[in-house]
């Protein structure tokens, strides 16, 4: 059974009356338990003037094995199905503290690659913090993004059936950018 509106109000008001608005103050005494407690635990948090949780890491043995493993991709991806951090909000100064954060957990070793969307405070930080590494958009981003070009381009030309074949290589890029004279397209220069 689902609950409704009224429902869930009444939840909000039992959780409040409980936790006031504490919520940030447990999550951050439950993480520096862990961090207290687990071995090669990492947590890091952040807040602005006024006291209030502006962004958190935390890093766990699992994940830093992991990383030390596979450290060859990071996949930034702000859906949070694997979160390893929480921003307040997604600018420039937070992006970098996140990722500074994330390089002192692992002891400083860069991804050889970073894929990210195309958030341009992201994209700044990530060519600042992880200077050593590559960094492109995902393939969901790329073609999400090559929708954007007119209709009638794509009807009139075979790049759809191009691109969508697309085995991405420095060398394919070049030479799908140069059969369709887009060599000069900003876009199509930076996500490769």
Not at 59 to 79: G, H
Request: with cysteine; proline share 2%.
């Amino acid at each position: 059974m689902r609950g409704n509106v009224v429902d869930y109000r009444n939840f909000k008001r039992v959780m409040v009356s409980i936790i006031g608005f504490r919520d940030a103050q447990i999550i951050v005494i439950k993480m520096n338990d862990r961090k207290n407690n687990y071995p090669n635990y990492s947590f890091y948090y952040k807040c602005d003037e006024n006291k209030v949780l502006n962004s958190m890491f935390w890093a766990d043995e699992t994940e830093k094995t992991y990383y030390s493993e596979f450290d060859d991709i990071m996949c930034f991806d702000a859906t949070f199905i694997q979160t390893i951090g929480l921003l307040r909000t997604e600018d420039v100064d937070l992006y970098k503290w996140l990722l500074e954060q994330f390089l002192k957990a692992h002891s400083n070793k860069q991804p050889l690659l970073v894929l990210t969307d195309q958030d341009p405070a992201l994209k700044q930080d990530v060519d600042s913090v992880f200077y050593q590494s590559k960094h492109s958009l995902c393939m969901w981003h790329i073609i999400k993004m090559s929708k954007k070009l007119s209709y009638e381009f794509l009807k009139s030309t075979n790049f759809k059936k191009k691109f969508n074949k697309l085995c991405l290589g420095h060398r394919n890029w070049e030479l799908l950018m140069k059969e369709f004279i887009l060599e000069d397209e900003r876009w199509f220069k930076d996500i490769f």
